[in-house]
DNA sequence: ATCAAAACGGATGCTGCCTCCGTACTTGGT
DNA sequence: ACCAAGTACGGAGGCAGCATCCGTTTTGAT
């Protein structure tokens, strides 16, 4: 009441719940179909009609966006435990495999991040998102570099492509001893000061 | 004649002339469109039934092996070149470069590729060619190690890894700017006593 | 209880995949 | 030149997934 601005009506109940609904089933769908499961199963099985599904979200990005909310706070929930430690290297490094780990949620995420990443495309509902991971990956690598342990050279972009990359192949079917060679690999590529091993 | 023992007839002439244009027309789709081009369309450009496009090549990976045959060449044409070097660590990078271009011919490429370098599946017509890439990176590999120019805990596969991703990446469309920063990076990791930069 | 706005979902048209089977073509022999 | 046997062809068709339209139902407000 009062001076009310709100002229609007309360949204509707079944909304909210086929949204939930819809995002749940989704969830399932993407970690084990991946990100290119069928939108007509995902809307069959959660109990509604495709047109649904598509009002919700309109694109297939959309949805995926929607489902990534959740992971995208515990990512950044994530942040305050890594800000503790006081090596700006080793901060470094757990994000890294932070995001990788993030990227990896979905078998074929990463396809549809990168091309959110190029951005260009202001109403991809991705692009946002990874702008701030590049950002966040800048920073942890700008005071690793005032400490002295990374390569000057060495930009977040570079690091964000090369998290994407190892989580691409990851999901690709890769052994995992064969991920961590690669992991180490990349590390040798920022590190400074490092033991030639 | 003689004790010959070729039974058979001689293969017909129409058989020859549809292999041939599937392969043209779908070597100039995959340039367009990518990996995931249209298999009908493909036929119906040839001027053939899809019928026949499957009777040719049962599968789209079987297809991409036989177009990717001719390219397959000119990287083996490439070795030669590259074997002339004096240089092993220069070798060893010029080969790396020329295997990106190779999976980078058609946009998707790394994938399929990926999955048949997992191999298991011996059926794959992709799992072959992979496997020769990864051997003859390998050998490389030893050549510069030998010469001290390469870090010791570098195997082929790693490199062989690290070009699929990069050629990855080049394919969803990133600028060739970054590329060549990450590009870079990889080289710092595998390179012994660079200029930490 | 009633109304209008809001949301729903089945039906539909489209594209691409892959296979079956009747037909047409090529080869080798006469 | 012709024929028979075998080979390859290709259109038709079933299936799955995408995305949209529109008549119907649900919902919140009065």
Redo the contacts with the bound molecule.
């Keep these: 009441m009062s001076a009310g601005a709100q002229r609007e ?7 909210q ?3 939930a609904a819809l995002l749940e089933t989704a969830q399932r769908h993407f970690l084990q179909h991946g990100v ?9 099985e959660a ?10 979200f ?3 990005e959309a949805l995926l966006a929607a489902v990534l909310q959740t992971r995208s706070e515990e990512l950044v929930a994530r942040q305050a435990d890594i800000d503790q430690l006081g090596d700006p290297a080793e901060a470094l490094e757990q994000w890294l495999r932070a995001m990788e780990e993030y990227f990896s949620a979905f078998s074929g995420l990463p396809d549809p991040l990168m091309a959110a990443a190029r951005a260009q495309e202001p109403d991809n509902p991705l692009t946002i998102p990874c702008h701030i991971l590049i950002s966040a990956t800048d920073q942890y690598v700008r005071a690793a570099q005032l400490a002295g342990r990374v390569r000057a050279s060495v930009r977040g972009h570079d690091l964000f492509l090369a998290a994407c990359s190892v989580a691409w192949i990851k999901g690709t079917g890769t052994e995992e001893e064969s991920l961590d060679r690669l992991r180490t690999l990349i590390a040798s590529g920022y590190r400074r000061q490092d033991t030639q091993a």
């Design positions: 009506r309360k949204p509707r109940a079944d909304v719940r086929n949204r290119g499961t069928s939108l007509e199963a995902v809307a069959k109990g509604v009609g495709p047109a649904t599904l598509y009002r919700h309109p694109t297939r």
